[in-house]
């Protein structure tokens, strides 16, 4: 493994105890991740699981007339491929990278092994999966609730939770497709919000300027998942201090 890249970038993987990460180390595959990269589509049978380290990818909903909307973006916090150890092996989401970067791929029948001893490791993914849940119910709430510029701002702000900086390349078009909504929208959302002094918007290129300004536009949605993932992982965090 690169000296650059490090599992431990994951917050899962940073807080498997020593014994259950020397038996999974030599299976885990450092792979880079491209923006727009389908990982699985709806009803693949899943046979590895992702462990994003500074890619971001996004689980889509995929309607009958070709729309589509996310419904829970996993990163640096979490795994994708909740359904191997749930039972369901497959699910009805498509996995796509939203942001480029890296994740490590691990065999589904290794995680198993390690699921089924039960104790920590079992713990850990059933605490990060109620939290998962949490952001998907919580995703469903706003877009039906909340205007497309609160929702662009729970969006931006989940997305630089899990980011080094402050710079995301996102189209317009991909951020409508993300939240279901027309792109004319987010056009006008994302004018305010960079009239505002928040962001910068240029080529598909934004800068967040004041992370303030958005917490301060942004719906109650946003706290609710970061409380609740927090709350889930708090001593993950504890254990583990390069990570939070």
């Known amino acids: 493994m690169s000296s650059k890249h490090d599992p431990n970038q994951n917050h899962l993987l940073a807080a498997l105890l020593d014994a259950e990460f020397d038996r999974l180390a030599p299976h885990l595959e450092l792979l880079p991740l491209l923006l727009g990269d389908v990982l699985s589509e709806s009803g693949d049978k899943l046979h590895h699981l992702y462990f994003p380290t500074t890619a971001i990818v ?13 419904i829970a973006g996993v990163g640096n916090e979490g795994v994708l491929g909740v359904s191997v150890f749930m039972g369901g092996d497959s699910t009805p989401s498509r996995a796509v990278v939203q942001t480029r970067g890296h994740a490590y791929r691990l065999p589904a029948a290794i995680l198993m092994e390690e699921f089924n001893r039960g104790g920590h490791v079992m713990r850990l993914l059933l605490r990060y999966t ?21 929702q662009l701002c729970r969006w931006l702000l989940l997305t630089l939770d899990r980011l080094p900086s402050n710079e995301l390349t996102m189209t317009q078009e991909l951020i409508a497709n993300m939240l279901g909504v027309r792109r004319e929208g987010v056009t006008e959302a994302a004018g305010r919000l960079q009239g505002y002094g928040y962001i910068s918007y240029r080529r598909g290129h934004i800068t967040v300027l004041d992370r303030a300004g958005l917490e301060d536009d942004v719906c109650e949605c946003y706290a609710v998942v970061k409380k609740e993932f927090g709350r889930l992982l708090s001593d993950v965090r504890h254990r583990q201090g390069n990570i939070g």
Do not use: D, F, K, P
């Not at 109620?130 to 609160?150: F, Y």
């Open 58 to 70: 996004s689980l889509h909903y995929l309607l009958e007339n070709g729309g589509s909307s996310e």
């Open 130 to 150: 109620q939290a998962l849940l949490t952001q998907m119910s919580q995703t469903a709430v706003c877009n039906r609730h909340h205007s497309v510029e609160q």
